[in-house]
């Protein structure tokens, strides 16, 4: 008889904190809980490149309700594990949202300054409701007042890569999420 077999951990993986098979199964409820909210009203979501990518793409398959989406890029971070600049936005958007029902999707809530940013960035733009949703939530590492609608999972405050999340533009294919080993951390050759 055939068993499901996780994918092993990535070599340069110190812990696995979320399996493959947990992102599944949570996006799944995720998806049903943001269905629900909205029934057969449209959302225009908005994702967050490139964090949010992978979930974008696999959470909104879980979503029945009517779906619009574009993309804003923000950016804080240069090849570093801590943010070294206030968020800035690359790439704005090109759909409306005025009247729209917005969902916002990160793949993390770490200090809540990109969230925020782009949550109030949107706001002026008289939105008929506007919501969040974030794959990861660093609840101990928050610097200003945010909080998401719609969270996947809570995680400690580690550094960490995979399902979309990066070090320095690497590692964001990686279908679990893990801790990077201490060594991989701004080697020089990356710089
Ligand atoms: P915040 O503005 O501090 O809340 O950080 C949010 C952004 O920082 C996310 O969109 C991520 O791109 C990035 N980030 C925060 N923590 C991590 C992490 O542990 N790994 C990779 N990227 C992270
Ligand atoms: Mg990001």
Redesign the pocket.
């Known amino acids: 008889m055939t068993r499901a077999v996780e994918i092993p951990a990535h070599k340069d993986l110190e812990e696995i904190l979320v399996t493959e098979t947990q992102i599944g199964r949570r996006l799944r409820r995720l998806g049903r809980e943001i269905s629900e909210t909205y029934g057969e009203e449209e959302i225009t979501v908005i994702a967050?490149i490139n964090?949010?990518l992978l979930f974008t793409a696999d959470l909104l398959r879980q979503v029945t309700s009517p779906v619009r989406v574009d993309c804003i890029r923000?950016?804080?971070?240069r090849n570093e594990?801590r943010?070294v600049t206030e968020?800035e936005v690359f790439s704005s958007l090109t759909i409306d949202v005025e009247n729209r029902n917005v969902l916002l999707i990160?793949?993390?809530?770490?200090?809540?300054?990109?969230?925020s940013m782009v949550f109030r960035l949107i706001k002026t733009r008289n939105p008929a409701s506007l919501r969040t949703c974030v794959l990861l939530d660093?609840k101990g590492?928050r610097?200003v007042d945010?909080e998401a609608d719609f969270v996947g999972f809570t995680i400690p405050d580690?550094?960490?890569?995979g399902y979309g999340?990066?070090?320095a533009e690497r590692y964001r294919n990686l279908p679990c999420i893990g801790v990077l080993k201490p060594e991989l951390q701004n080697p020089p050759e990356w710089a």
């Open positions: 967050i964090g949010a923000v950016s804080s971070y594990t943010p968020p990160d793949d993390i809530l770490d200090t809540g300054r990109t969230l660093k590492r610097e945010c580690r550094f960490v890569v999340l990066d070090f």
